[in-house]
């Protein structure tokens, strides 16, 4: 790893002419990491929020938890005085599929760049990363300076720190703007904690401390294992949408009962993969037809009745395509579309709009 000043703690040097942006994977991450930079600079800082958040509270409806967290933004950034703030909107737990998320945003416009790192035990963290040093390789940016802040684990190499001591509270009151994330750990005390942690650490008794790593370039990423970080993402989700699947037919709430208020008699079924199998099991000898399945991999299913056609134009009319292979539904949403398909729908949206 290419850390610069690993082996000498400095002090993180900002400067009034500095343009700073701030990358958060969720709405909060930004406070809970470089809260102290925000109520220290708020003049000179753009904070930039990569997802929607909406998996931030699990025993709520995604969609009104996306809403909150949008708010809850909206307040903290009121407060801390930042006017120059943007969420970007992807779906919270697929950060990892949007690596480029950065690609045609001029990063050039900032002298230093913070963001979460690749170890801090969240994918969409680790994405995050990875995209700020995407775009800066596609914009063969080298100046602007890149520094990692740490939410959920301790980072491995600390090169900077910042004493926070004169606006530790004014940063907690801005991580308590997300109230529905105090729900499930005090973020504001494990921030409080940390910052004093850090300042014990380099000898400064009574005092809080936010803590840097500072890469220089890319080959930081050599120790990120993305293909497995994409794995996991995509395995998280596949358990969030069994889960969520099971406690709505454990409460009464049938995919059948849904489609039908939908409107949808006659549905095709793309994935022949877990899912897409268990859906077409609860479907069968219902008033919803599966007339069809779409795989690219899959050449027949276990039923005579059930034909298997690779997405292409010209097939059978159907009310609605359920999408089972939810991690990559963007992409077969745009496709199927472009092959004059109706009614594409991700089977994880299908469950949440069940919720209601």
């Known amino acids: 790893m290419n850390y610069k000043g690993a082996v000498d703690l400095l ?21 809970i990491g ?19 958040g909406r998996q931030g509270q699990g025993d709520e409806r995604p969609e009104l938890v996306k809403a909150v967290r949008e708010a809850e933004l909206a307040g903290e950034m009121e407060a801390a005085g930042i006017k120059d703030y943007r ?11 949007h690596t480029d998320c950065l690609n045609h945003m001029d990063l050039s416009a900032f002298t230093k760049i913070f963001v979460t790192g690749i170890h801090d ?29 740490e939410v959920h684990s301790p980072l491995r190499v600390v090169t900077h720190i910042l004493d926070i001591t004169d606006v530790m509270e004014s940063k907690k009151k801005l991580i308590q703007y997300h109230n529905s994330q105090l729900k499930n750990l005090p973020y504001d005390q494990l921030a409080r904690c940390m910052a004093e942690y850090r300042a014990i650490q380099n000898r400064m008794p009574g005092r809080y401390v936010e803590a840097y790593t500072y890469v220089a370039d890319e080959t930081y990423l050599e120790d990120a294992s993305i293909e497995i970080e994409q794995k996991l993402q995509k395995s998280t989700l596949f358990y969030w949408v069994l889960t969520r699947w099971m406690e709505l037919e454990i409460s009464g709430k049938s995919t059948v009962q849904f489609l039908k208020r939908c409107g ?5 079924v793309y994935g022949y993969a877990e899912l897409g199998k268990l859906l077409c099991k609860e479907l069968l000898n219902t008033d919803i037809q599966v007339e ?20 292409q134009k010209g097939l059978p009319r159907v009310d609605a395509v359920v999408v089972t292979a939810v991690y990559y539904f963007d992409d077969i949403e745009a496709e199927l579309l472009q092959m004059d398909f109706h009614n594409v729908i991700s089977f994880r949206k299908l469950l949440e709009m069940n919720e209601d």
């Open 264 to 268: 949808y008699q006659r549905i095709a």
């Open 87 to 97: 969420m970007l909107g992807y779906e919270d737990g697929t950060l990892m599929k």
């Open 121 to 149: 035990g969240h994918a969409d963290h680790t994405a995050a990363c990875i995209s700020v040093f995407y775009a800066l390789r596609k914009q063969n940016l080298q100046t602007v300076e890149v520094y990692l802040y």
């Open 34 to 52: 470089a809260g102290g930079i925000l109520a220290n600079y708020p003049h000179i800082c753009k904070v930039l929020v990569l997802t929607d």
């Open 11 to 31: 002090i993180l040097d900002i400067k009034e002419n500095d343009r700073i942006l701030v990358v958060a994977p969720h709405p909060d991450d930004e406070c």
């Open 292 to 311: 069809y399945i779409l795989d690219k991999k899959v050449k027949q299913t276990e039923r005579e009745d059930l034909p298997v056609y690779v997405p």
